[in-house]
C-alpha cells in the first residue's frame, strides 16, 4: 500500500469493508482489492471518486495494449473496478456499461488421432476392460468422467433361480493402469 498516493488509500478500505460486509470470499476479496490497488497506483494523486468513464476505458486499454495482461486478469480488474464504482460509490448500472468487456480464447479441443485409438485399444488385453474403453471412448466420455463411474448390479437384475447377479466391473482407473504398466 505504501505506493497508493494517501488521497485513494481510504478508497482501498471501503472496498475491502464492503466486501466483508457482502460476505464475499477471501480469495474474491484479495482479488479485488489487488486490481483496485493497481488501478489506484497508476492514477497516482488523482482521487478515484473523480474518474470519469473515459479515463477508465483509457486505462483498461493501456492494461490490454501497454501492459498486455491476459483476458482473464482484464475481467479481474474490470469485476473489481465495476465493484467499487457500483456498490461502494452507488454511481448505477450504467456508468459501466460502455466499456467492452475482451472476448475469450475459443481453444480447440485435443484430437487423438484413430491410428493412435487403434494403438490404445490394441494394449488392453482383459476383454471386459477392451469393452468398457471402447464404451467410454464412443460415449466421448473422458478419463477424469469415465473414472468416476463404476458398473454395479442393479436390484431388479435377478439371476438363475430368482438371485440376483453379483458382477464385478471394474473402474475405468484399472484399465488406464493396464495401459501405463504396458509403457501407455
Known amino acids: 500500500m505504501g505506493k497508493i498516493h494517501p488521497v485513494n488509500l481510504a478508497a482501498l478500505e471501503r472496498m475491502r469493508e464492503t466486501l466483508l460486509l457482502k ?8 482479488t479485488y482489492c489487488i486490481e483496485l490497488a493497481q488501478l489506484l ?27 498486455q495482461l491476459s483476458e482473464n486478469i482484464i475481467h479481474s480488474r474490470m469485476n473489481a473496478i465495476k465493484f ?29 488421432s484413430k491410428g493412435d485409438i487403434a494403438k490404445i485399444f ?12 471402447k464404451l467410454c471412448y464412443g460415449m466421448g466420455l473422458r478419463h477424469i468422467h469415465a473414472d468416476e463411474h463404476t458398473l454395479s ?10 438371485r440376483r447377479s453379483l458382477f464385478r466391473f471394474p473402474k475405468f482407473g484399472a484399465v488406464v493402469q493396464d495401459l501405463e504398466g504396458a509403457g501407455w
Open 84 to 112: 467499487y464504482f457500483e456498490q461502494v460509490l452507488h454511481r448505477g448500472k450504467m456508468f459501466f456499461v460502455e466499456i467492452p468487456r475482451p472476448q475469450k480464447r475459443s481453444l480447440l479441443p485435443k484430437v487423438i
Open 41 to 67: 497506483y497508476a492514477i497516482k494523486d488523482t482521487a478515484v471518486d473523480t474518474l470519469t468513464q473515459e479515463r477508465l476505458r483509457a486505462y483498461l486499454l493501456y492494461c490490454v495494449t501497454k501492459l
Open 153 to 162: 448390479p442393479c436390484s431388479k437384475c435377478l439371476g438363475h433361480n430368482g
Open 23 to 30: 460476505a464475499y470470499s477471501p480469495n474474491t476479496i484479495r
Open 122 to 133: 490394441a494394449q488392453v488385453n482383459n476383454p471386459k476392460h477392451a469393452l468398457i474403453l
